[in-house]
């Protein structure tokens, strides 16, 4: 069995700041993990993806995730953020060579104010 | 085309009408699913297909059904639609035979109310 619990449903930021989106997982076996990013009324996009090599993984628009087994985590940073960051962001978690077993967090909503 | 196309891109339906969302990559990817979207919920998979002539039922599969007659086009039917059928669709393909394994790309998503 695999989850993934995305803990804070909304988070707000001043631009220029730094962003913190936290994720925890759980899973049976090795896992893939990825983080979605949604802008509002559009489709989801991959912002990057752990797969068992380096776990510190690094995205696009200046964002990184690190893969922290020890701790189930994999929050997702970006040092600055900018007002077109604002959008909801998924947490996913898979198993390894399992094509049909993505399973998403309920997401978080990043407000970036000015 | 250029990844994954979705049609309509929204629609109003009655209640006990029956509906066709569409969908077609041009990726060749062997994979495609078909998810809904709700406040609060996440993305929840509906029904999912690993190769043409296959599908599997998702995690909240009651009230839908697919089929996948070739590789580009994955079909979600609601035979007879219900209020609580109102949501955002998405569909997603991915490409199992590559390092992008467990990957997915999604389309634009079909908004539907059903009154």
């Known amino acids: 069995a695999q989850s993934v619990t995305q803990l804070d449903s909304h988070v707000s930021v001043s631009e220029g700041t730094p962003v913190l989106l936290r994720c925890n997982y759980s899973?049976?076996?090795?896992?893939?993990l990825f983080w979605y990013v949604q802008h509002p009324n559009k489709g989801l996009q991959l912002l990057l993806k752990?797969?068992?090599?380096?776990?510190l993984v690094k995205g696009i628009n200046g964002f990184e995730a690190e893969f922290k087994k020890s701790e189930t985590s994999f929050h997702l940073t970006k040092p600055s953020a900018h007002m077109s960051d604002a959008a909801e962001y998924f947490c996913?978690?898979?198993?390894?060579?399992?094509?049909?077993?993505?399973?998403f967090g309920t997401g978080t909503r990043l407000q970036v104010t000015l | 085309i250029a990844g994954i196309t979705q049609a309509p891109t929204s629609q109003i339906l009655a209640a006990g009408r029956r509906m066709t969302l569409r969908c077609t990559q041009d990726?060749?990817?062997?994979?495609m699913y078909w998810y809904r979207q709700d406040l609060g919920l996440g993305l929840r998979l509906i029904h999912y297909?690993?190769?043409?002539?296959?599908?599997g039922k998702g995690e909240v599969p009651d009230g839908y059904s697919v089929s996948r007659a070739n590789t580009d086009d994955f079909p979600l039917t609601l035979a007879s639609a219900v209020p609580s059928q109102t949501s955002v669709y998405f569909c997603?393909?991915?490409?199992?035979?590559?390092?992008?394994?467990?990957?997915?790309?999604f389309g634009p998503g079909t908004r539907l109310t059903v009154l």
């Open positions: 297909s690993n190769t043409a002539g296959t599908t």
């Open positions: 752990y797969t068992s090599a380096a776990t």
């Open positions: 997603a393909s991915s490409d199992s035979r590559t390092s992008l394994r467990n990957e997915q790309f």
């Open positions: 996913v978690v898979s198993i390894v060579g399992t094509a049909s077993k993505l399973t």
């Open positions: 990726m060749r990817h062997n994979a």
């Open positions: 899973s049976s076996y090795s896992p893939s």
